[in-house]
Nanobody, 125 residues
Framework: EVQLHASGGGLVQAGGSLRLSCQAS????????ITWFRQAPGQEREGVAS???????LYASFAKGRFTISSDNAVNTVYLQMRSLKPEDTADYYC???????????????????WGKGTQVTVSS
């Protein structure tokens, strides 16, 4: 059974930090790209950061310089370290996977192969 389990969300004050984790199972981790998405209330889901098994990364403009995506292939886990959080970062954060042969879809909500349930991040002002 394919599973993507996102965790690490919570309530944090503006300027604070959180680290999200995405634990993957049920598929060959090295054959997939993992992307973090987020969805704020009333907003469309959007890509945040993405990482492939070769450690190549992609960031949304709002994430550059504040967020860092990393992976530990030994434990099939992708992390999203978020710093200098702002109230506008408040959202449900999701991790999703797409196979390497469809890497162009790594930023596409409709193109991902697997999704996990979200973890809620709330940043207070």
């Amino acid at each position: 059974e394919v599973q993507l389990h996102a965790s690490g969300g919570g309530l944090v004050q503006a300027g604070g930090s959180l680290r999200l984790s995405c634990q993957a199972s049920g598929f060959t981790f090295d054959d997939y790209i993992i992307t973090w998405f987020r969805q704020a209330p009333g907003q469309e889901r959007e890509g945040v950061a993405s990482i492939a098994s070769d450690k190549s990364t992609l960031y949304a403009s709002f994430a550059k310089g504040r967020f860092t995506i990393s992976s530990d292939n030994a434990v099939n886990t992708v992390y999203l370290q978020m710093r200098s959080l702002k109230p506008e970062d408040t959202a449900d954060y999701y991790c999703a996977a797409v196979s390497l042969d469809r890497k162009r879809a790594r930023w596409s909500v409709g193109g991902m192969d697997f999704w996990g349930k979200g973890t809620q991040v709330t940043v207070s002002s």
